[in-house]
Structures are given as C-alpha cells and as structure tokens.
C-alpha cells in the first residue's frame, strides 16, 4: 500500500539516506531504530516531503511521487494522505487545542465549519482532552500538547500516520500517556511508521522493527527477533547499548 | 513672558477641525502600506523569482531617499513625464507617497516578524495538507502580526507625523492651518505648540490603542 523505492538524500554531499526501500502494509505498525544521525527523521520528512529527497519514488495508494519531477499538486495530494506528529509537538501557537484538530478538517478537508469542529472535539474527547478544548498550547503541559498533536494528525483520517520521536522532548511522567494514546491507535490498525528511542514501547507496538545505521537499513523483522536474536553485528551493538 | 493664552486656547478647536484630513491620510496610507507590506514581506520570505529582486529595489529606493523628495517626485514630477496623473489631486498623491514609503519600512518589519516564527509552524501546517500560501495566511501570517506589531505602531506613529508634509503639496491639513493661522497672526509660537500637542495627543491614543491590541493578542501565550 505505500511503497518507498530507493529514496536518497544528501546533505552537503553527506549521504543521509542511501537508498531506502521500505513497503508498508496497510494497517502495519513500523517502528524505525538506530542510532542518532543515521537518517531516521529525515525518511520520516522525506515520505511527506517536508524534505525534498534526491531521488526515490514514494506510492501512497493512488498517489505516486518521483522526486525527479516531483509537482506542487502531487506533493499536496501526498501531505494529504499522510499525517505527522512531531517532536517538539508543534501546535499551532495562536489556536487553541480545538482549533488545532480542526484547521485541517476546514481548510484542508473543506468541511463546513459546525461539523469541523463537531468532528475536532469528538477527536478530543477521543484523546481524553475534551475539558481543554478551548486552551492554547502554551497553558497546556507537554503530554497534552502532544496529546492534542497526535489528534490532529487523527483528524486528517491519512493512510499513514509517521511519528518523529513523539516523547523524546517530553519530560517522563507525560512519556506513559502518550505511549498509551498511540497503543490505542495500533488497536484501530491505523497504519503507523514510528521513530523512537522507547525500546519497551518499540517491542510492545511494532509489527516490524526497521534498524538503520549509515542512511540505510541494516536489519529489519518482528520485534521478538530484532530484540532477541538480531542477524547484524551494528544492531547488536546498538542494541547493547541502549537495552543495557 | 509674551504668550497670549487666549489666542493659544481659541486656535485649538480651530485646528483640530483639520486633524480629519490628517487622520484619514495617516489611516488610508496605513491601509495601503500595509496590504502592500505584506505582500512584500511573504514575497521576499518565499524568495519569488525576480518579483523578490523587484522589492529588494523598491525597498532599497524608498528606505534611500527622503519623503519630501519622494512627495515632490509624485505630485510635481511624474505628471511632467506621464500626462495621465496630471489629474491627480494633491491629497491622493500624498496619500500614495505616505503608503508607498511606509509599506517599505513595513514590509522589512513584518519580515522579520516571519522569520522569527519557529520553522515548525510552517512544517505542521504543510504536514497536515496546506499550502505553503495557505500556511503563511493561516498560521504564520496571525502569529507574525504579534511580534510585529510594536515596530508596525512606531512606523504608523511616524506616518501620522509625516502627513504633515502634505501641506508641502498644498493639502489643507493640520499643518497647513497653523501654518497660515501663524503668518497671518505673527503668534508663531503659540500656533506652532497647539499644532505639536495636538499630535502628541493623537500619537498618545494611539499608543493606548497599541498596548490594548497587544494585551489582546497576548492571550493565546498566557501559560
């Protein structure tokens, strides 16, 4: 269902990903490992083109990106079948949780604006915020300003939901609450790429865990195996390290 | 002490029935300064092709060169060029001198005010299917103004100064009635200080106005 062929990206002639090719189910939960600056992020910003790649095509359902000729439309349409929660939560600062979930139902999805924001608070009751609806991010905590994130990238219904490290920023007592909210969204099978440093939760979650060093993809199978018994001497490295 | 108070007192009314024309220049110039501010500013943030250098250098021009010259070009000089403006009264001319150079000053502050919106805003925003256009009305744009709003006020402050220049062109505004009022008189002072407090007091309200607007703006970041 979503289909990533050899995407390549360069920074300053640094190679960040060196040809990835990565299918994705349809309801299957990837969660992405590795160590830092091996490329995780920037696969997550290049399937929605939040970084432009070099080169490499990406297939979402019907919509099909090559970066060689990449158009204005077809990114859009891309952006529109996909969702993104970011680390740092990125509310939108001058709205209140409410509006957050519904701008993309009303400018995006042109939904009249009654059922919009109808749909927004049952998202936000959903997420257990219903009390918060009419606060700005900047009074609400950590775990609820991500909370309300990952709500808004609910509301837009996208065939794949991508996670930039949702709870590395968080201070940990919010990291459960969060967790738990994306634990909930596994049970609907809403399709899901993951990066996190959360190994328990990564182990928990995923129905396939991806290991990437050096831009590419070192390793990659169920949880059970890539925890227990990996093939490649760097995930076992790295594994070393952070399991402890 | 040589101050006549009676005559101080008696100009006052009489010169603030010209503070109309003063105010409706300073706010149609902040009208039009400002539409054209913003589309400056976002066509420089998004570095359009060749419309980005054309700012760039009307920017550079009306930052360079005095009001009053910019004025005189306008009124006395392009209908010399152009037969078309020769219709064009004095009022309007000042009105499009006042935006044309304020929008310059504007646009380089509203820019500013863009770029020092966290780059995550703008991500979010195409992350969830706007365009990049559509991003910048919606959820930049909003939160810019906040930020710009102090450097807006002082650049609007000055405007309402400089439509005092207008009487250059023969505008009968506030200036020009204290100016004809003190050579008719010879109480030059006296008409002089009646005409500065009523700027002062103008600007006053307006920097009332400028703290009611931020307080309001404010709200969304109360924690």
């Given at each position: 269902?979503?289909?990533?062929q ?7 002639g ?47 359902g ?60 049952q ?43 949702p709870?590395?920023?968080?201070d ?43 831009g ?24 070393r390290?952070?399991?402890? | ?28 110039g ?5 539409a ?11 570095r ?51 935006s ?31 365009s990049?256009?559509m ?11 906040r ?33 004809m ?43």
């Amino acid at each position: 269902m979503i289909r990533i062929q050899n995407l390549t990206k360069a920074y300053n002639g640094q190679k960040v990903l060196d040809g990835i090719n990565l299918d994705i189910a349809e309801g299957e939960i990837i969660v992405v490992i590795g160590p830092s600056g091996t490329g995780k992020s920037t696969l997550l910003r290049c399937i929605n083109y939040l970084e432009q790649p070099d080169a490499g095509i990406i297939s979402i359902g019907d919509t099909q990106v090559d970066a060689a000729h990449a158009s204005r439309k077809s990114v859009l349409k891309l952006r529109r079948n996909t969702s993104f929660v970011f680390q740092n939560y990125a509310l939108f600062a001058n709205k209140t949780a409410l509006q957050n979930i519904a701008e993309g139902l009303i400018t995006v999805w042109k939904k009249p604006k009654p059922q919009a924001l109808q749909e927004a608070a049952q998202i936000l009751s959903d997420i257990g915020l219903a009390d918060k609806a009419d606060s700005y991010p900047a009074s609400l905590s950590g775990g609820q300003q991500q909370r309300v994130g990952i709500g808004r990238a609910m509301a837009s219904h996208s065939q794949v939901m991508l996670f930039d490290e949702p709870t590395s920023a968080l201070d940990p007592e919010w990291v459960e609450e969060v967790l738990q909210l994306m634990k909930k969204l596994a049970h609907r099978k809403q399709t899901m790429v993951i990066v996190t440093h959360e190994m328990d939760f990564a182990r928990d979650i995923a129905d396939r865990v991806i290991f990437m060093e050096g831009g590419r993809i070192v390793e990659q199978g169920p949880p059970q195996k890539i925890f227990s018994q990996p093939d490649d001497d760097r995930t076992r490295a790295f594994l070393r390290k952070v399991l402890r | 002490m040589n101050f006549d108070v009676t005559y101080f007192v008696e100009i006052i009314p009489l010169l603030l029935g010209y503070l109309g024309i003063t105010l409706k220049m300073a706010l149609l110039g902040l009208v039009f300064a400002l539409a054209l501010a913003v589309f400056m500013a976002v066509v420089r943030v998004f570095r359009v092709p060749v419309l980005d250098w054309l700012v760039q250098l009307y920017i550079s021009f009306f930052r360079g060169t005095p009001l009053l010259v910019q004025l005189f070009l306008l009124y006395y000089g392009l209908p010399q060029i152009f037969p078309l403006m020769v219709g064009i009264d004095a009022f309007t001319a000042a009105v499009i001198g006042l935006s044309l150079h304020f929008s310059a000053y504007m646009a380089e502050s509203i820019r500013a005010a863009i770029l020092g919106i966290d780059k995550s805003q703008m991500e979010a925003a195409l992350s969830i299917g706007q365009s990049p256009l559509m991003a910048m009305r919606r959820i930049v744009l909003p939160q810019a103004a906040r930020i710009a709003l102090p450097s807006l006020m002082n650049q609007f402050v000055d405007m309402i100064k400089s439509t005092s220049l207008a009487f250059t062109l023969g505008v009968a505004e506030l200036m020009a009635r204290a100016q004809m009022e003190a050579s008719s008189s010879f109480r030059f002072f006296e008409s002089f200080l009646a005409v500065a407090l009523i700027y002062w007091v103008v600007v006053v309200l307006f920097t009332r106005l400028q703290m009611m607007m931020e307080k309001r703006l404010n709200r969304a970041y109360q924690r």
